[in-house]
Every structure is written in structure tokens, then in C-alpha cells.
């Protein structure tokens, strides 16, 4: 084995030279000791150039040479230089022992740094790629500031719920269906309030695997329908639909589920547990948007409502009059206001209790709300007092109306404490443009032939 393998084939040829030149001059020169001293250089290089093998097959050959030489000459007592072959012998031996040592310790030396260069390698690529994912991740969550921004800057249900599907679609950047279900409150049931990536949806109310997540109020991944024992491919809802992956989340607010998110891929295993968290995330922040456009909602009927009635509230009615008197004016059409008052409404709270007096209300507003035109605006104007704005109407047609009204009031009894309470109303009409061209003046003069009415003798239209 070489001591110097990138140097070996320079060091064997030297050494090969010398070792032919010497023995050339052992043989032809008249002093042969000093050649016969010199192949010790040769065999020191043959020893650092081939190793062991080449040293010793050297070591033999200039021993062979001394041999030679003798019985050529027949000249003996070259002792000293068979000692001094022997010794280089010793020494090239431990001098290439020595350095095959170094040899191979600096070799696994550098086994173990290449092994730990590939592992450092490997470990470098392995943290890119962790790297990668975690910036694709923190992209990803970033995303949700943006979303709940965007979900509290909007106040429209349908507008929550387009920006639910839009966030859950930029967020996540997966390929698929997705839909939104919410529950109706009246109807106890999910009914689909907007979707992505499908233009017909088959199951409107959602399927098992919606029911499912409303039911459970937990999350649901599916990396294959076809191979998930929990729902059966013979159930219709599922099997009619065409995907094999998805994921979904409970939209939940004040410990109720108010609906259902869900993403499906007509691939296998399109999500992961990531995805799912990003749902999950993307749902509960949906739901708060949800049950804000909730609240904001009831607050605007508030506003516009009266709460025993469900009727317009008086500011809303006159605010409404101001608009349809600029609209009358401009078009050149008319319009009418009535006035309308409860008979003895004191007597029958008097006789029957203070809730039999809300039950007339209500009873009465049902009664007028049925009674007029789906454009027309029906207000309670404080206690017992009601009014009524007719469009495109003139005064012939209003007092014809308000009869109409008057009759079927009057027909219409109401049982309180198992006895018929017969309700009668009393009326004022007032007309744009031929009684007034101002709001004030227009609910004035209805006010004042109410009042007519009553004095009149009640029961009747003035």
C-alpha cells in the first residue's frame, strides 16, 4: 500500500531509475561501495512510492544484488552494507507504517467530515424546506388580520357572507368547492347562503356531512369519502355528490352553532390538519361577522319598528312622507295620509286587563297591514293611534280604502277571556295635493277630521 498515493507513481519511477542506474554502477565501477551504499536512497523511495510489497520486493532485489556481485567477484565481506539494506528496510517499514497510519486516520477523518457535510446537507435542505412551509404558513395566517378587517368593516349578511367565501378561498389558495351554510332560526335547518366554485349545489340544506358537523359542533377532514367508514357511500346525500376530500367547521357564537363552512376537492387527500386550523380559524371569526350583521340588523328594525306591533315607528313614517311628497311632486301624482284611533281602548284594558290592550294592537295592526298595498307604509303614531300612507292614491280612492278598513275592523272581533271583543276604529283622511303640500299640515288635518270623527259619533271615516 503507498504512503503518498497521489505522489507514488513520481516517487516508484525516481526510485525505479535510481535503483537501475545504481546497480549498473555496482557492477562497471572500479569503487562499487559507493553505488552498493546509495541503493539504500532507492530503497527508502521504493518503500515511500509502493509500500510494503514494493519495499520489500526491493529490499530482496538489492540483497540479491550484493548476492550477485559477490559471486561475480568472488569477493566477500560486504556486511555492513547487507546491515545497512536491513536497516533502511526497518526504517522505510515503520516510516510507511507510520505514514499509512496518518494515511488512514486522516482518511476516516475525511469519511466522517463528507458524512457530515451530506448530513449538514441534508439538514440545510430539510431547514429550507421547513422554512418555505412556515413563510407559505405565515403568508397564510397573515391573511386573517386582512380577513377579520374586512369581516367588521362589513354589516350586510349577504356581504359577510360573500367575504367569508372569498377570504376562506384567498386564505387557504386550494382548489374546490366551498360553501356556507347558515341555520334558519325559523325553520331550524342549514339553508346555503353562498358558495365558490360550483354553480349548482344539489343539496341546498346541506348533506349528512353538514348535518354531521351542526350536530357534533366539531370540525370534520375527509381525505377520502369512498374509504371513511363513518358515512356509507349507500346514503344518497353523500354518494350523489362529486368530491373525495373536504373539510368543515362549525360556525359557532354564544355557544350556538349559527352555521356550517365546508371546502370538498373531487381529489383524494387535497387537505391537511393546517388547512383545517385555517378553517377553523376562518369559521369562528365568520361566525362573529355573522351574529354582527345579526345584531345590526335587529337594530335597524329597532330603529324602523315598533317591537308590539312590528309595525313603522313615527319617525321612520315621517321621514318616509318628506320622500313621497318630493316623488309626488316631481312625478305630478298624489298621495293620502290616514289617520286612524281606536275606540274606548281604555275600556278594554279597563275590562279585560292592561295585556288584553296589546292583543287589540296587534290584533289591529295585522288587520291594516292585510288591508293595503304591498308599497304602502303603515305606522303606529303613539299609543292607540295608528297611520296610514297611501301612494298613488287621490282622496276619492283613500276614503274609499278607509272604509274598506273601517268595515273589516269591525267585523273582525277578537276573543278576549273566551268573550267576542267587538273593535271599532275611527278615521281621518287628508290628501296631497289637494288638502296640503306639506308633511306637518297634511298629519295635522287627518288629526283634526280623527278627532271629527270621533266627536261624530265614533265608528266612522271623516
Given at each position: 500500500m503507498s504512503a503518498y498515493p497521489r505522489y507514488s507513481k513520481i516517487l516508484g519511477n525516481i526510485s525505479v531509475v535510481i535503483l537501475f542506474i545504481l546497480t549498473y554502477f555496482v557492477f562497471t565501477s572500479t569503487d562499487p561501495y559507493p553505488p552498493l551504499i546509495s541503493l539504500n536512497i532507492s530503497i527508502l523511495l521504493t518503500w515511500m512510492a509502493f509500500g510494503t510489497f514494493g519495499g520489500s520486493a526491493v529490499s530482496l532485489f538489492c540483497a540479491a544484488v550484493i548476492l550477485v556481485f559477490e559471486l561475480k567477484t568472488g569477493i566477500s565481506g560486504y556486511p555492513i552494507i547487507i546491515i545497512s539494506f536491513f536497516a533502511s528496510t526497518i526504517v522505510g517499514y515503520f516510516f510507511t507504517k507510520k505514514i499509512n497510519k496518518l494515511h488512514n486516520s486522516f482518511a476516516l477523518k475525511l469519511e466522517k467530515s463528507e458524512e457530515a457535510m451530506i448530513l449538514s446537507g441534508n439538514a440545510i435542505a430539510e431547514k429550507k424546506r421547513e422554512l418555505s412551509s412556515f413563510t407559505e404558513k405565515l403568508k397564510r395566517y397573515s391573511t386573517l388580520k386582512e380577513a377579520a378587517s374586512a369581516f367588521s368593516a362589513s354589516l350586510s349578511l349577504d356581504a359577510v357572507c360573500r367575504l367569508i367565501i372569498d377570504r376562506s378561498q384567498t386564505t387557504l389558495g386550494k382548489p374546490g368547492r366551498i360553501l356556507l351554510f347558515l341555520v334558519d332560526t325559523e325553520k331550524q335547518e342549514l339553508m346555503l347562503s353562498a358558495s365558490h366554485g360550483s354553480s349548482r349545489v344539489k343539496a341546498k340544506q346541506g348533506d349528512i356531512l353538514d348535518h354531521w358537523v351542526l350536530r357534533h359542533r366539531k370540525s370534520l377532514i375527509i381525505e377520502d369519502i369512498m374509504k371513511d367508514f363513518r358515512f356509507p357511500l349507500h346514503d344518497e346525500d353523500v354518494s350523489k355528490e362529486t368530491f373525495r376530500s373536504m373539510i368543515s367547521a362549525p360556525l359557532v357564537c354564544e355557544n350556538k352553532v349559527i352555521g356550517v363552512l365546508r371546502m370538498d376537492s373531487p381529489a383524494e387527500a387535497a387537505y391537511t390538519q393546517d388547512d383545517l386550523r385555517l378553517l377553523d380559524i376562518l369559521s369562528y371569526l365568520g361566525a362573529l361577522a355573522v351574529q354582527n350583521s345579526y345584531l345590526y340588523s335587529r337594530t335597524q328594525e329597532l330603529a324602523t319598528k315598533d317591537s308590539l306591533t312590528g309595525l313603522a315607528v313615527r319617525r321612520y313614517f315621517t321621514e318616509r312622507l318628506k320622500d313621497e311628497i318630493k316623488r309626488a311632486a316631481r312625478r305630478g301624482t298624489k298621495l293620502a295620509v290616514l289617520m286612524l284611533d281606536i275606540d274606548r281602548f281604555k275600556d278594554y284594558n279597563d275590562r279585560y286587563g292592561h295585556?288584553?290592550?296589546?292583543?287589540?294592537?296587534?290584533?289591529?295592526?295585522?288587520?291594516?297591514?292585510?288591508?293595503?298595498?304591498?308599497?304602502?307604509?303603515?305606522?303606529?303614531?303613539?299609543?292607540?293611534?295608528?297611520?296610514?300612507?297611501?301612494?298613488?292614491?287621490?282622496?276619492?280612492?283613500?276614503?274609499?280604502?278607509?272604509?274598506?278598513?273601517?268595515?273589516?275592523?269591525?267585523?273582525?272581533?277578537?276573543?278576549?277571556?273566551?268573550?267576542?271583543?267587538?273593535?271599532?276604529?275611527?278615521?281621518?283622511?287628508?290628501?296631497?295635493?289637494?288638502?296640503?303640500?306639506?308633511?306637518?299640515?297634511?298629519?295635522?288635518?287627518?288629526?283634526?277630521?280623527?278627532?271629527?270623527?270621533?266627536?261624530?259619533?265614533?265608528?266612522?271615516?271623516?
Amino acid at each position: 500500500m503507498s504512503a503518498y498515493p497521489r505522489y507514488s507513481k513520481i516517487l516508484g519511477n525516481i526510485s525505479v531509475v535510481i535503483l537501475f542506474i545504481l546497480t549498473y554502477f555496482v557492477f562497471t565501477s572500479t569503487d562499487p561501495y559507493p553505488p552498493l551504499i546509495s541503493l539504500n536512497i532507492s530503497i527508502l523511495l521504493t518503500w515511500m512510492a509502493f509500500g510494503t510489497f514494493g519495499g520489500s520486493a526491493v529490499s530482496l532485489f538489492c540483497a540479491a544484488v550484493i548476492l550477485v556481485f559477490e559471486l561475480k567477484t568472488g569477493i566477500s565481506g560486504y556486511p555492513i552494507i547487507i546491515i545497512s539494506f536491513f536497516a533502511s528496510t526497518i526504517v522505510g517499514y515503520f516510516f510507511t507504517k507510520k505514514i499509512n497510519k496518518l494515511h488512514n486516520s486522516f482518511a476516516l477523518k475525511l469519511e466522517k467530515s463528507e458524512e457530515a457535510m451530506i448530513l449538514s446537507g441534508n439538514a440545510i435542505a430539510e431547514k429550507k424546506r421547513e422554512l418555505s412551509s412556515f413563510t407559505e404558513k405565515l403568508k397564510r395566517y397573515s391573511t386573517l388580520k386582512e380577513a377579520a378587517s374586512a369581516f367588521s368593516a362589513s354589516l350586510s349578511l349577504d356581504a359577510v357572507c360573500r367575504l367569508i367565501i372569498d377570504r376562506s378561498q384567498t386564505t387557504l389558495g386550494k382548489p374546490g368547492r366551498i360553501l356556507l351554510f347558515l341555520v334558519d332560526t325559523e325553520k331550524q335547518e342549514l339553508m346555503l347562503s353562498a358558495s365558490h366554485g360550483s354553480s349548482r349545489v344539489k343539496a341546498k340544506q346541506g348533506d349528512i356531512l353538514d348535518h354531521w358537523v351542526l350536530r357534533h359542533r366539531k370540525s370534520l377532514i375527509i381525505e377520502d369519502i369512498m374509504k371513511d367508514f363513518r358515512f356509507p357511500l349507500h346514503d344518497e346525500d353523500v354518494s350523489k355528490e362529486t368530491f373525495r376530500s373536504m373539510i368543515s367547521a362549525p360556525l359557532v357564537c354564544e355557544n350556538k352553532v349559527i352555521g356550517v363552512l365546508r371546502m370538498d376537492s373531487p381529489a383524494e387527500a387535497a387537505y391537511t390538519q393546517d388547512d383545517l386550523r385555517l378553517l377553523d380559524i376562518l369559521s369562528y371569526l365568520g361566525a362573529l361577522a355573522v351574529q354582527n350583521s345579526y345584531l345590526y340588523s335587529r337594530t335597524q328594525e329597532l330603529a324602523t319598528k315598533d317591537s308590539l306591533t312590528g309595525l313603522a315607528v313615527r319617525r321612520y313614517f315621517t321621514e318616509r312622507l318628506k320622500d313621497e311628497i318630493k316623488r309626488a311632486a316631481r312625478r305630478g301624482t298624489k298621495l293620502a295620509v290616514l289617520m286612524l284611533d281606536i275606540d274606548r281602548f281604555k275600556d278594554y284594558n279597563d275590562r279585560y286587563g292592561h295585556l288584553s290592550g296589546d292583543l287589540v294592537l296587534k290584533h289591529l295592526s295585522n288587520i291594516v297591514s292585510r288591508s293595503v298595498r304591498k308599497d304602502d307604509v303603515v305606522a303606529r303614531y303613539g299609543g292607540e293611534e295608528f297611520v296610514i300612507l297611501m301612494l298613488d292614491r287621490d282622496k276619492a280612492d283613500a276614503l274609499a280604502e278607509a272604509e274598506e278598513i273601517r268595515k273589516k275592523i269591525k267585523d273582525s272581533p277578537l276573543k278576549l277571556r273566551r268573550q267576542d271583543a267587538n273593535i271599532t276604529v275611527s278615521i281621518g283622511v287628508s290628501s296631497y295635493p289637494e288638502d296640503a303640500g306639506l308633511v306637518e299640515e297634511l298629519v295635522r288635518i287627518a288629526d283634526d277630521r280623527l278627532y271629527r270623527a270621533k266627536a261624530g259619533g265614533r265608528d266612522k271615516v271623516c
